[in-house]
């Protein structure tokens, strides 16, 4: 076309191009409503036109545009945001004001497709010289206000309403970027958005060939004859833009051809929307997506894990099914536990599950810290502090990273084992997913952790009840709570049992070469000792200490082992620490030297067990709960049974941090079930 100024846009034909819905609201009512807004209110389009915008809306939901939207789009700002239809549909709205007061309603009500590349191609060849062709949007033969209406272009808008003021108002109004293209791929008009978004001026958008805009490999597939690309069937498309600085910025493009009811003259009319921040919506939930999905799938397994674990006996049990169990999920394809070795700091394998190929022969893990006083190597991070560690496994400062491509590994979890503070080993996890544990993910396998270092706690407690052989321990230490008593009282105190009590410890004490009542003081002015007392007054009596940090204690059950006797005077005291003879005895030692630095190992010996049936798998006392045999150990030691009692129920309640008549269901249920075991065939 040889007059560019000639072209008319009609609002009609600009309505058309905008993606989804769109509406004029002037002087109370809507102007015009296009077929895509009525359609998602379930109303036609004519009977809309008039009517105010609040019909579009639910009466709570057209209060909240009003409080929010108006204000900033009545100021000159346009205004997006989420809103829902009259009829319950959720849609995207864009509200701007034209100079003359106009609202343009943008509204977006249905998910757009992102999926093709097959529709309109902006492009042609290059245009004529730019003295040769109107530059300023809204001003390239738009039909002025003296100008009659045609059919085609007024619609059902009576003057003021139209001609080029109205158009250049509610086109430059629009956040989309609008642009119309002529048969000869010349770009004729366009709005402000379009300007500012891409950083070109009025003489450089003139000269521009609109093909310019686009990326390298999809200008490739702009018609190669430009009046073809007037006649592109009017659909939704993705498009990559490009601004003026090389920015690639995502539009959605929609268009329709328009021909000039005077000249015949044909042209492509679009509309282009940043897609920006919806794509980032959309990847931010579907990485929700896929993120809840490996933690659903993850749970599955961290539940099926533990239901297993349940019914093993065994600390190797425990460790074997956990592995099996994570690398048949198929989301892991290797797992193994490892521990410290005895006589070193490397880490070796305890069991292992997976496709691991050698892998664990060419690499080796260390507890120690590196020359920084750091470590990137997870294991054994892992095992040193006690907190799970993640790593990218084919990430370049990746210690084992060529040994870990080999097998396909792309991420890798070390999952301390641990419980009440002590370290059982480290579960070591590989995923063939780059970025495969998320921090959601990361909790799961740390509860895990904590859950299979708890059934290893026990197991190792249940080994040591149930061993015919064991491991003792001899250590003399010069400090704890008993010395000190010892030296005021001038005595021996003999350990005759402890029960837990909460946090604290029940401790029972046998008294040689003092008065009982004389020791109970000493131990009570003890800031150690929450509370003290005498069982049994006379000579070689004995005393019964609540000691709140009775901290050996608790660090040797930990580690499953079990106190077997103290015996504490003036001038020190020996202990003896029984163990299961396949216990870590060198995490043992270091345990208990670590809570007692003065602790000094004196002798360890293996010796066997006698076969005894109380306390062995279908013993007397293998029927009773914890608690039961907790209250009945308390109660025997507090001398309750003893004739005349030597503590009343009361006193061994208290001890124990219970009601008496709680104390007394313990002991009668407790008693029931060894008489039955007695007495019943």
Not at 181 to 191: P, Q, R, S
Not at 196 to 220: M, N, Q, T
């Amino acid at each position: 076309m040889d007059d560019a100024s000639r072209f008319r846009p009609g609002w009609a034909d600009l309505a058309a191009a905008v993606p989804g819905g769109v509406g004029v609201h002037a002087d109370g009512g809507f102007v015009h409503v296009s077929p895509e807004l009525a359609a998602a209110v379930g109303i036609e389009a004519d009977a809309l036109v008039g009517e105010h915008w609040r019909s579009l809306f639910p009466s709570t939901e057209a209060d909240r545009i009003e409080a929010e939207a108006l204000p900033p789009a009545r100021n000159g700002t346009d205004w997006t945001g989420e809103v829902r239809l009259d009829g319950g549909m959720p849609a995207d709205l864009t509200l701007s004001t034209t100079e003359r007061g106009a609202l343009v309603w943008l509204v977006e009500a249905s998910p757009t497709r992102t999926d093709g590349r097959d529709g309109e191609r902006a492009g042609g060849r290059d245009g004529p010289p730019a003295g040769e062709r109107q530059s300023s949007p809204g001003a390239v033969g738009v039909r002025s206000a003296t100008e009659p209406a045609s059919a085609d272009t007024a619609g059902s808008w009576s003057d003021p309403w139209e001609g080029r003021r109205f158009v250049e108002n509610v086109v430059d109004a629009l956040d989309d970027v609008l642009y119309v293209v002529d048969e000869d791929g010349t770009l004729v008009f366009w709005n402000e958005a379009l300007r500012d978004r891409f950083g070109y001026s009025e003489a450089e958008l003139a000269a521009l060939d609109p093909a310019d805009f686009l990326v390298p490999a999809e200008s490739d597939e702009v018609p190669e004859d430009p009046a073809a690309f007037v006649d592109v069937p009017d659909r939704h498309n993705v498009v990559n833009l490009v601004t003026k600085e090389g920015e690639s910025i995502p539009h959605e493009l929609h268009g329709s051809t328009y021909t000039d009811p005077e000249t015949g003259a044909r042209y492509r009319v679009g509309i282009g929307r940043d897609i920006t921040g919806r794509l980032q919506r959309e990847r931010a939930l579907k990485r929700q997506r896929d993120e809840l999905a490996t933690l659903d799938g993850i749970n599955e397994v961290l539940l099926a894990t533990v239901r297993e674990l349940v019914g093993t006996a065994s600390q190797g049990g425990v460790e074997r099914r956990v592995c099996e169990r994570l690398v048949a999920s198929d989301r892991y394809r290797f797992a193994w536990v490892g521990e410290r070795e005895l006589d070193g700091d490397r880490i070796v394998p305890r069991v292992t599950a997976g496709e691991g190929d050698g892998y664990l022969d060419s690499v080796t893990h260390t507890v120690d810290e590196d020359e920084r006083g750091t470590s990137d190597e997870p294991v054994g991070a892992a095992l040193r502090t006690g907190e799970i560690q993640v790593a990218d496994a084919v990430a370049p400062d990746f210690e084992h990273r060529a040994v870990a491509r080999e097998r396909d590994f792309e991420s890798v979890a070390a999952v301390p084992l641990r419980s009440e503070g002590t370290v059982y080993g480290v579960l070591v996890v590989y995923a063939a997913r780059e970025g495969a544990f998320t921090p959601r993910e990361r909790d799961g396998f740390d509860v895990l952790g904590r859950t299979v270092g708890t059934v290893i706690d026990a197991a190792r407690s249940r080994e040591l009840l149930f061993a015919d052989a064991v491991v003792e321990l001899e250590f003399r230490v010069d400090g704890g709570v008993l010395v000190p008593v010892a030296a005021e009282a001038d005595c021996e105190l003999e350990l005759e049992g402890y029960v837990p009590s909460g946090e604290a410890w029940v401790v029972y004490c046998a008294v040689d070469g003092a008065p009982p009542d004389d020791v109970a003081a000493a131990a009570g002015a003890d800031p150690r000792v929450e509370r003290a007392r005498t069982v049994t007054a006379a000579d070689g009596g004995r005393v019964e200490l609540l000691a709140g940090e009775a901290s050996l204690l608790h660090a040797v059950e930990a580690a499953g082992a079990t106190v077997r006797t103290v015996v504490a005077g003036p001038d020190g005291a020996d202990l003896v620490i029984e163990a299961p003879v396949d216990a870590d005895v060198r995490d043992l030692i270091g345990t208990v030297q670590e809570t007692f630095p003065d602790l000094a190992l004196v002798a360890r010996r293996e010796r066997d067990r006698e076969v005894t049936t109380v306390g062995r798998p279908g013993g007397l006392l293998d029927a009773l709960t914890g608690r039961q045999r907790e209250a009945l150990e308390a109660a025997y030691r507090a001398g309750y049974f003893a004739w005349p009692r030597e503590s009343t129920a009361e006193e061994v309640a208290s001890s124990l941090g219970l009601a008496a008549p709680t104390l007394h269901g313990h002991l009668r249920k407790a008693q029931r079930t060894i008489l039955a075991a007695l007495l019943d065939d």
